[in-house]
């Protein structure tokens, strides 16, 4: 990969981190939401036919969370590569990741090879 291509994958990469930021910050918002109403109410959630529960929506939340730590947790690595110079060199084998890879997927840290192990 050339040293433009890098950069621009770099502003990629910053970009989509910012982006996944602003998601968690806004689910955990919402879960914190979710939570307080969930102790100023007394009714029984648990047995409304009305609609889904507290449970339900605190663990759609939970999980969300735990993606967007997951993908900010992954740019980061990426970022750490690019800054260390082994952006586009696979963790396992040290052959040179494709071009193409990394353009469709900024984040991999191995080739298609080592993938699909």
């Known amino acids: 990969m050339s040293d433009l291509d890098v950069v621009e994958i770099a502003a990629v990469l910053r970009e989509r981190r910012r982006?996944?930021?602003a998601r968690l910050a806004g689910t955990d918002?919402?879960?914190e939401a979710?939570?307080?109403a969930a102790r100023e109410?007394?009714?029984d959630d648990e047995h409304d036919p009305e609609g889904s529960t507290i449970?339900?929506?605190r663990r759609i939340l939970d999980a969300l969370t735990h993606d967007m730590r997951e993908r900010i947790a992954e740019v980061?690595?990426?970022l750490a590569r690019i800054d260390a110079g082994t952006?586009?060199?696979c963790t396992r084998c040290h052959r040179p990741v494709p071009a193409e890879?990394?353009?469709a997927l900024p984040t991999a840290s191995t080739c298609v090879a080592c993938a699909a192990r």
């Open 19 to 21: 982006e996944a930021v």
């Open 29 to 31: 918002a919402e879960r």
């Open 34 to 36: 979710v939570v307080s």
């Open 41 to 43: 109410s007394v009714t």
């Open 55 to 57: 449970a339900y929506e």
């Open 76 to 78: 980061d690595a990426a």
């Open 87 to 89: 952006y586009g060199t």
């Open 101 to 103: 890879r990394l353009q």
